[in-house]
């Protein structure tokens, strides 16, 4: 898996306050959740953009005031309005202890299906995992060579060397679909997104009180 650097200050305040002051000079409140307890620490919200702006998944190495933290990406709080970073959280990993990470989807291979005249339906683009992070892969690679038409690969048809994967085996991460089939699910899903439109539009006034 990739490895990223990126370097932070220790918070030494905590609370709303000290947050909207970082947040106003172009910095991200952060954490890392260990087994000793949490650290809070800040950086700048550039140094996410080879990161989340990104599909692929990385080892961080974090460097805060000096001190190295070894982590993975847990979650990323957005502003609803701006969609910039407002916080965002890390996993500290261990080389002992195995960890859980969503990993990207990397489809090969020409299908036999679409070949046919079908459609590529790719419903799942990352997958979790659990192993090693030492063992952990940069993607997870599906070749769909054989996939005929109605045909589908779910998670119980997959395996990789030293991880496991973590989402139910039924579920299903892509499948051929006759082009008539993919037809009528698009013509189906737009007129299902009209739906709401015209329902308001019938929806009788509010009355005031």
Do not use: W
């Not at 957005?78 to 407002?86: G, Q």
């Not at 990993?103 to 192993?131: C, E, M, N, Q, Y």
């Not at 997870?140 to 054989?146: A, E, G, H, R, S």
């Amino acid at each position: 898996m990739k490895t990223l650097e990126i370097k932070g200050s220790i918070r030494n305040e905590l609370g709303k306050k000290d947050s909207k002051r970082l947040r106003k000079d172009g910095n991200v409140p952060c954490v890392i959740y260990n087994k000793e307890g949490n650290i809070h620490f800040y950086t700048h919200e550039n140094n996410f953009k080879n990161l989340i702006y990104t599909p692929d998944a990385h080892i961080v190495n974090l460097d805060l005031d000096g001190k190295s933290y070894k982590a993975v990406l847990q979650d990323v709080q957005f502003h609803p309005v701006t969609d910039r970073i407002i916080h965002v959280d890390f996993m500290e990993i261990y080389d002992d202890k195995p960890i859980i990470i969503s990993l990207p989807v990397k489809i090969t291979g020409d299908s036999v299906g679409v070949k046919a005249g079908g459609k590529l339906r790719i419903k799942k683009r990352h997958l979790k995992v659990r192993g090693f992070a030492n063992d952990i892969p940069e993607n997870l690679v599906i070749d769909i060579t054989d996939v005929k038409i109605n045909h589908s690969v779910k998670v119980g048809d997959l395996s990789y060397d030293k991880i496991e994967l973590v989402d139910p085996k039924i579920t299903t991460v892509l499948s051929v679909a006759s082009s008539r089939v993919a037809v009528k699910e698009e013509t189906e899903g737009a007129e299902g997104a009209e739906k709401p439109a015209e329902a308001t539009e019938g929806a009788p006034a509010e009355q005031k009180s």
